[in-house]
């Protein structure tokens, strides 16, 4: 059965679901690491990191999920850095990020020369959509695991945030440090372990790009979604189901391209390429304000001061 | 004893306690970073004897490759050249507070917008052309990274989030241009907009083969130094940068100046792609998009926003960059080599701003009666 036209918005659809993975793991880090009142821009290199170990290690041990797991680990390592780092006096979170970016990456591209010919087992599939009798809603319904755990994962953050003790610690250390402190919590360790769960998110989102879609480990994997992965956080006001309905957003919007080429539109290929970019960009210019704090901006986070 | 903060007329021969306070200043902004970089070395020397390489040997080829002989200098300085000006994109709004990674972006169309402009000059006076093609590039490049300021300052949205997407955006436009409506039918393996011609091309320094690129990067720098530290705008533009209540308060016109140092550094970052197109590449490809932009932020950051200082961190970030080939021939490394030192580079520079203030050396003396 052929869609014609209508294969657009299934592609769409499709890709929203597949594109939206990691989009989903690193908005979720975010949301936690600025949650305790620190940003972390450098999950672009954590993600890269992630995407290259995570194939790295699927490609030498034939287990991806052990891929997904050192990928995590390896998130971890470089969140606890810029956790550690920041937790220096008089050091700017959002430049060490900027560093981490570039640490990270090229980190990954030096680790990862090897592993970019060969290939790698990938991670399976669920097909959702057998019983339909189209090739495109079936390919679209493809679902995979790591998509169900980040649903899972938004769900339980948003409840930790709001009724467990821990959720409770994270969110004072980034309203108030003071008041923290006064309770006698450590600001600056809660703050590392914050980065550094965050960073183990951001690199299994990574790993998912290498081990699922694209499904493969190159240079130019990730092209800005650990940043936009930021920007994403603040348009879902620091709540995590937000972060998984604007995570289907974006990764909607990154499926426009490919899906109006395979209808044959090709001629502005790069500049629906541009869809997410200038998508984050105009959320950021609609949600923003110079006058007031965004509602349900943590206290202590200096990229909304 | 008169008090030992009375301020000495200017041009006293007496050595002011005020200028021996800024020397001390000055030499603590120096140990700092350059301690850093030799933490950050042996960092590096540490991973690379861990993978099996001797770092003495990298560190000789780094030598050899950028700065031993008169070739690797001009190599080195043909690096550095943009690496000036795209430093100056973050050195500049850096002033006023902003923290601004989107020079690429303002490169690659600053770069795209002169090679337009070369071509469509061609048969006019080749120096009325460069002017043109240096004042388009500059011009887009200053409102690329000006719409980012005005942004932050009209809307409050992050600049250094914002600088970025911005450029990506740019990438995908350029990409779009010259693969597309711009794109020469006679480039077929590698998509490239219609070559400005020998003519247009901007020549080498006398006596050196070295561009013209590196007399503009220096140029600019000298320009933004008077301009920072000598100017009621440069002034204006710090205390944005130390206190915007401050400012606000003292009725300087805050909008316009972070707009003017966004601008400003935009107009440098544009003006590095033109001298990539106009002195190295001859028309806009893809070989634009080769991370001088990023490797700038490195710079400024090293530089401490500084403009003149700026000029030698860039020399030694191009010349670690002309050793990449070096390093990949004889030593069999990933060309991703450099980018990991600069990754460390980058990390112990930042991890070093703890230490300002922490060495008695560099304060003041304590005052004696």
Redo the contacts between chains.
Sequence with gaps: MELGWWGVPVAVLGGAIRVSTPFLFVSLGECLTEKSGRIN?GLEGILVMGAMSGYGISHLTGNPWLGVLVAGVAGLILGL?HGA?CS?????D???G???M??????A??LG?PFVQPKAPTLPAIHLGDWASSPQVQSALQVNVLFLIGVVLALAMAWAFRSTRWGLVVRIVGDSSDAARAMGYNVNAVRVMATAAGGFLAGIGGSFLSLYYPGSWNEGLS??QG??A??LV?FARWQPLYCFYAALLFGGAGALGPALQSVGIT?????F??AP??L??AI??AT????RTLVGAPGELS??R | MPDSTMVLPAGSAVASPIRGERLRRAAESVAIPIGALIVAMILFGVFMASIGKNPLEVYALIYKGGFSSGFAWQNTLQRAAPLILTALCVALPAQAGLVIIGGEGALVLGGLAAAVVGHAAAGAAPLATQVAMAVVSMTVGAIWIGFAGALRHYRGVNETISSLLLTYIAIALFNHFVEGPLRDPASLNKPSTEPIGEAVMVGHLPGMDVHWGLAYGLAFCAVCYVLVRYTVFGFALRIVGGNVRAARLAGLRVGWLVLMSCALGGAAAGLAGMVEVAAVHGSANASLIAGYGYAGILVSFIARHNPIAVIPVAMLVGGIGASNGLLQRRLDLPDATVLVLQGIAFMAILAAETLYGRFRIFQPREEKK
Excluded at chain 1, 102 to 107: I, N, S, V
Excluded at chain 1, 267 to 271: D, E, I, Q, R
Aim: glycine share 10%; with cysteine; hydrophobic share 55%.
């Design positions: 821009l850095l780092v220096l006096p008089r050091v700017n959002i430049a060490v900027i560093g981490l570039l640490f990270g990456t090229g980190f591209f030096f020369k092209s800005g940043l936009m930021v920007a603040i001629s502005g290929y790069y500049l390429n541009a970019y200038v984050t960009l950021m210019i923003c304000s110079p006058r990229v909304t």
